[in-house]
């Protein structure tokens, strides 16, 4: 019987030709994940060469200015490579060494989880090939520069919207062609089982920290926990140890673009239905024939079809809120950040600041919010200037 | 017994397969009849989707120029109707699983029967996955047509054991598309599958010369023609008619 269900979300709709393998990922996984040997490189690369744990930051300005809850901030801007994508990469990577793979293939969109791969990819000694978008790859050309820096070879996919559901595409047409010696690290908690648990697993150390860091900071839980949701792996991680704490509300913010009443919209939970695609059934932007819907939104790591299974599930059962924030609004706290914190995050984490700027006035000053910042913002500070119509070019 | 093996048992098959919709419905129809005039057995019909993640840029594209065309479910359904007035010939959907789950399975395997579609490939669809809706089908006498790939080692007997119609051996790693030289050792798979069962065998992925179609006939019981096919649809158009019947012509030419 079909595996890796979240509800009636998840499984494995994959082609014939990488279930031998997407099998072997999963029996590999299930005896390395309880490995000694394995679990303590990890540690010591995350602590070492990533940088964590990654701080709980107190926004003291923040608090003050917007006159409510307390708001925290889980730095994962802070972590090697400038996002929480460093934390999923390590643990796939070294999985792919320990089973013997010579190459890792990866899709990415704002390129945060190319550059994260490129990276473990040449620590760990593995040949890295990177699927973006050729759209992305001009509103992102740093980081296909980076990329390449780290000696990966990275693909404009010219291929449907030429944007991240594109790159998925063209990285499982690719893992078909080639499963031997390669391994697909996927960048979200998304696509066929495993890869939702697995991406889940590893990322689930930003909850773990925060919530051991919140209890020695303020000796009590948080009253909120949210982050910005693309496919959702920063998101699952923040969520994942607060999931049994059920007095913390867990809020996920999508990317809306334009807005959800028009049709330049990411918000695969206020507009998507049940589909499969990509491996998985979840929710996705689609039409009445099941045809994936074109999706936008200013920010390339949030513009994506659908979301993972484990999301689905949460909202289903109504344990999560999903809410929808606009580019508007995202690039209104990329700058309030900016001058009020002296951060400046990522576009993608942008998204949860702004739903955080609307919900912390109308909390009491004894409430806690922790949100997470993602990743951080230097990349998009080209396209941020273009939106407020300053003509930079990197 | 069903349209489908009864076509195919016990004789040496050619498949074609084009993805309706390209450049038109009604050039689908008069595109199957060509094969169908030239020797084949029987006809797929891919299903447009808008990210078809098993294929290779050919039929990519003819994905893309079917939906631009305005080719929907609804249509393709219609369609055949029309066509099934007209030939006998069994016809086989290839669809991603979206374009059934959305349209809703008990609905989508009631307009297979209703316009005479004998089976359905869901290359997205593995085994473990098609419990959800092979009872549905079954209730409407569609086959289910399973994939066998070189990867699938153990799996191709618990797969075979279960086939219906037709199994669909996948010849080579990667996505359709032509290929100049197959490596796998397809003699060995279709061996394991004749161990255990007698649902015939055909063999796809890359194929696209006389040459291979008597090679792989000869291992197995049928050779399918996609990318191929759809090539000279690309190239000529509504005009492809006559194109695509005199290269049936030549493939089938091929079986010994």
Same mark, same amino acid.
């Given at each position: 019987m079909s595996k890796g269900r979240y509800g009636i979300h998840g499984g494995q709709y994959i082609p014939e030709t990488l279930m031998n393998e997407i099998e072997k990922l999963e029996k590999a996984y299930e005896f390395y994940k309880n490995d000694k040997d394995f679990n303590d490189e990890l540690n010591t690369l995350l602590a070492e060469y990533a940088g964590r744990p990654s701080l709980l930051y107190y926004a003291e300005k923040m608090t003050r200015d917007l006159g409510g809850a307390k708001i925290y901030f889980k730095r994962e801007d802070l972590n090697h490579t400038g996002s929480h994508k460093i934390n999923n990469v390590l643990g796939q990577v070294l999985l792919a060494k320990k089973m013997g793979k010579k190459r890792v293939i990866a899709e990415t969109g704002a390129g945060q989880h190319g550059?994260?791969? /490129?990276?473990?990819a040449t620590l760990l000694d593995l040949e890295c090939e990177i699927y973006m978008g050729k759209e992305d790859t001009i509103r992102q050309a740093l980081n296909v520069y980076r990329m390449e820096l780290l000696g990966a070879k990275v693909h404009p996919v010219e291929s449907g919207t030429m944007t991240l559901k594109d790159a998925v595409n063209e990285c499982m047409r690719e893992w078909t062609n080639r499963v031997?010696?390669?391994? @697909?690290? *996927? =960048?979200?908690?998304?696509?066929?089982h495993p890869f939702p648990m697995i991406v889940r697993d590893f990322q689930s150390v930003i909850s773990r920290e925060a919530r051991a860091q919140i209890l020695e900071k303020e000796g009590k839980l948080p009253d909120v926990v949210m982050a910005c949701v693309g496919g959702g792996s920063n998101c699952m991680g923040m969520f994942y140890e607060f999931i049994n704490d059920k007095d913390v509300k867990l809020i =996920?913010?999508?990317?809306a673009g334009h807005g959800v009443d028009t049709d330049k919209t990411a918000a695969t939970m206020a507009v998507g239905s049940e589909g499969i695609f990509h491996g998985m059934k979840s929710y996705f932007c689609q039409d009445e024939y099941g045809q994936i819907a074109p999706v936008y939104s200013i920010s390339a790591g949030l513009d994506y079809p659908g979301v993972g299974p484990e999301h689905a599930y949460l909202k289903d059962i109504g344990r999560a809120q999903y809410v929808p924030v606009t580019d508007e609004e995202a690039v209104n706290a990329f700058e309030y950040i900016a001058r009020e914190e002296g %951060?400046?995050?990522? %576009?993608?984490?942008?998204?949860?600041?702004?739903?955080?700027?609307?919900?912390?006035?109308t909390m009491d000053k004894d409430q806690i919010i922790i949100?997470?910042?993602?990743? !951080?913002?230097? +990349?998009d500070v080209a396209a941020i200037a273009r939106y407020r119509g300053i003509d930079l070019h990197e | 017994m069903s349209r489908i093996k009864n076509a195919l048992q016990g004789k040496k098959s050619f498949i074609g397969f084009v993805t309706a919709g390209d450049p038109g419905l009604d050039k689908t129809e008069e595109f199957v009849l060509e094969m169908e005039r030239a020797g084949a057995a029987l006809v797929e019909l891919g299903v447009p989707f808008s990210d078809p993640i098993a294929e290779g840029p050919v039929i990519q594209e /003819?994905?893309? !120029?079917?939906? /631009?065309?305005?080719?929907?479910?609804?249509?393709? &359904?219609?369609?055949?109707?029309?066509?099934?007035?007209?030939?006998?010939?069994? *016809?086989?959907?290839?669809? @991603? /699983?979206?374009s059934l789950f +959305? @349209? =809703?399975?008990? +609905? &989508? &395997?009631? !307009?297979?029967q209703d316009s005479g579609i004998d089976g359905i490939i869901i290359p997205d669809m593995p085994f473990e996955e098609k419990g959800e809706l092979s009872d549905i089908a079954d209730n409407y006498g569609i086959d289910i047509i399973s994939l066998i790939a070189p990867t699938s080692e153990k799996r191709i007997k618990t797969i075979a054991k279960d086939a219906k119609g037709f199994i669909y051996v996948v010849s080579s790693m990667g996505v359709t598309g032509v290929r100049s030289e197959i490596k796998t050792d397809v003699a060995s798979i279709v061996e394991a599958i004749r161990e255990v069962t007698d649902v015939p065998a055909a063999i796809g992925f890359g194929i696209s010369t006389k040459e291979q179609v008597s090679k792989y006939t000869s291992i197995a019981d049928g050779a399918i023609v996609g990318s191929a096919i759809v090539k000279i649809v690309a190239e000529y158009g509504s005009e492809a008619g006559s194109h695509i019947?005199? &290269?049936?012509?030549?493939?089938?030419?091929?079986?010994?």
């Open positions: 550059v994260a791969t /490129a990276t473990a031997d010696d390669t391994l @697909y690290v *996927l =960048g979200s908690v998304m696509g066929p =996920g913010c999508e990317a %951060i400046i995050a990522a %576009i993608e984490s942008s998204h949860a600041v702004a739903h955080l700027m609307k919900i912390a006035p949100c997470c910042l993602s990743g !951080r913002g230097d +990349k | /003819a994905n893309i !120029r079917a939906l /631009a065309a305005g080719c929907t479910t609804d249509k393709l &359904f219609d369609m055949v109707k029309t066509l099934r007035t007209k030939t006998q010939i069994p *016809l086989v959907l290839l669809a @991603y /699983a979206n +959305k @349209y =809703g399975y008990e +609905k &989508f &395997f009631a !307009r297979c019947y005199n &290269f049936v012509s030549e493939m089938v030419s091929g079986i010994e």
